[in-house]
């Protein structure tokens, strides 16, 4: 006697469909959850970089800043030296710094460069400023700053202090202001930098340079 074969009931049939939607559904949420931990990763890895080579172009900016004035000497960072006007070029606030230095690779030509760096802050109320830079050929008496570039977006804090004598009958000390009449460099540049929901960074400490090393 030959059995009779059994197929699936209907609702066999519909739970089994329901079960695999559920499983797609699952899997699609898995998928999406981990394209967005990648992108944020990546992300994070980029704002990373990016902060670290805002760090280093500007410790390198202060530490090439020229000395303010003529001298004397021979070679190529005196003659630079005594190119810059005796008025000098050399300003700085909590969060604006002007200075003048020898130009980086990235520029078309060699020669001295007036750099400006400056936050601007947002037009939400988020409180995160964009870190500008902006570079113009150097010439006597000419303020006029060139077209700005983006250096860092999103940071949360960008601070500055000099060190040195601000006032001839005062000790060197830390201040947040460096007027271009003073004529001469700062001993030390402190540069706070940190990214928007980033960890705290290292301070910078940059040592602009001093007639004697030149």
């Known amino acids: 006697m030959r059995s009779a074969s059994r197929g699936f009931t209907l609702v066999e049939l519909l739970v089994a469909v329901t079960m695999l939607g559920v499983l797609m559904v ?27 080579q805002a760090e280093r172009f500007l410790a390198r900016l202060v530490g090439a800043a020229l000395p303010l ?23 700085g606030s909590a969060n604006r710094l002007v200075l003048v230095a020898p130009g980086v690779r990235a520029l078309p030509r060699p020669g001295l460069y007036r750099y400006e760096v400056f936050s601007e802050a947002r037009s939400d109320t988020s409180g995160v400023v964009d870190l500008w830079v902006s570079v113009q050929p150097y010439r006597p008496g000419d303020d006029a700053s060139g077209e700005p570039r983006l250096l860092q977006e999103g940071v949360a804090e960008f601070a500055v202090r000099y060190y040195g004598v601000a006032d001839a009958r005062e000790e060197p000390q830390w201040v947040d202001e460096w007027p271009a009449d003073l004529g001469a460099l700062p001993t030390l540049v402190e540069i706070r930098l940190r990214l928007a929901d980033g960890p705290e960074r290292p301070l910078i400490i940059a040592a602009p340079v001093v007639a004697e090393d030149v």
């Not at 004035?69 to 300003?91: I, N």
């Open 69 to 91: 004035g003529g001298g004397g000497g021979s070679g190529t960072a005196s003659a630079a030296r005594r190119s810059v006007s005796s008025a000098g070029v050399f300003e």
């Open 26 to 52: 699952l899997l699609f949420s898995a998928m999406r959850t981990g394209t967005r931990s990648w992108q944020a990763a990546e992300e994070h890895i980029a704002a990373s970089e990016g902060i670290v």
